[in-house]
């Protein structure tokens, strides 16, 4: 089964403060691949990584930056140095190489950065 | 860039009525799915289409059917309207492989049913 957990339902943070969004996955498959993606108050879901099973190197850009642990079956996400425009919801997702071409979305995490 | 775009931002409609939801890609992508979006839900696949005229069940298709009888084009049809279905309906599409591949999402449409 696949499955992906995010156990933050809302945080707040104040700006400029870092804040790290929790990704938990369930799959049994040993190919695939786990996303970010932004929705902000516009609603249009905005993909922000792709990263795959077999690459466990944690990824940076810019403020953002992304920690794979395939040993807790984790992909968090944490934005340094928080800006009001983060405020968003936050969802992580997951496909796999048995699954066809679905994919396996989190709750979201609401993200409020409070000027 | 991927441009995912969906016929209407707001749609009100009344009970039983028949319910149109457009769709159209303009990357060449051999995916199409649809979603609808509910609070606390995330996000819930209704039907995906990996060519033309090809459609596969997502985890919930009851109500809802869809058609896609050219590449960039997929719709989703409510056949007769429910109040259960007021929800925000997102659009996205993909290349290739879909697993794979990220989905490039379009900007939803919120539909009321009253």
């Known amino acids: 089964a696949q499955k992906v957990t995010q156990a933050q339902t809302e945080i707040s943070v104040v700006e400029k403060e870092d804040v790290t969004l929790d990704c938990v996955y369930e799959t049994r498959d040993t190919t695939y691949y786990l996303f970010w993606y932004k929705q902000p108050p516009s609603g249009e879901l905005v993909f922000l990584i792709r990263r795959n099973s077999f690459d466990e190197q944690n990824e940076i850009s810019g403020r953002y930056s992304w920690n794979f642990q395939k040993s807790t079956s984790s992909f968090n996400f944490t934005i340094t140095a928080s800006q009001v425009v983060d405020s968003a919801v936050y969802f992580c997702a997951l496909s796999g190489a048995n699954t066809g071409n679905q994919f396996y979305f989190g709750t979201g995490t609401s993200l409020t950065v409070i000027p | 860039d991927v441009k995912v775009t969906q016929s209407s931002r707001y749609l009100v409609k009344r009970t039983g009525e028949k319910v149109f939801l457009e769709c159209v890609q303009d990357m060449d992508h051999e995916n199409m799915f649809w979603y609808r979006q509910d609070p606390g839900l995330g996000l819930r696949l209704i039907y995906f289409?990996?060519?033309?005229?090809?459609?596969e069940k997502g985890d919930i298709p009851e109500g809802y059917s869809v058609s896609r009888e050219k590449k960039e084009r997929f719709s989703l049809i409510l056949e007769s309207a429910s109040t259960s279905q007021t929800s925000m309906y997102l659009c996205a599409s993909s290349q290739g492989e879909g697993f794979a591949y990220e989905q490039y999402f379009g900007p939803g449409t919120r539909l009321t049913v009253t």
């Open positions: 289409s990996y060519d033309v005229k090809m459609k």
